[in-house]
């Protein structure tokens, strides 16, 4: 899932060296945390958090195979 969003966090944005993503497991979840420039933030945000929501979307299809939930937090 780390993998998944970084390569998507990447191809937005103007810095890509900048893209921090780390992962943390629980029992039942999975919790991702994108870390971008700041410069970059309403890319990976979009307008009215559409981009956001879509990567929240091909992540959570992505975790459905291995039945666990993943939350994806887009960090300043």
Known sequence: ???LVEVI????VDHPEEVVVTETENDKS?????RVAQVDMGKVIGKQGRI???I????K???SKEDRKVIVEIMQ
């Not at 999975?30 to 994108?34: A, G, P, R, S």
């Not at 929240?56 to 992540?59: I, K, Y």
């Open 52 to 54: 956001a929501k879509a």
């Open 1 to 3: 899932m780390k993998e």
């Open 56 to 59: 929240r979307s091909v992540v």
């Open 61 to 63: 299809a992505a975790a």
């Open 9 to 12: 966090a990447k191809s937005l």
């Open 30 to 34: 999975i919790v991702i945390e994108l």
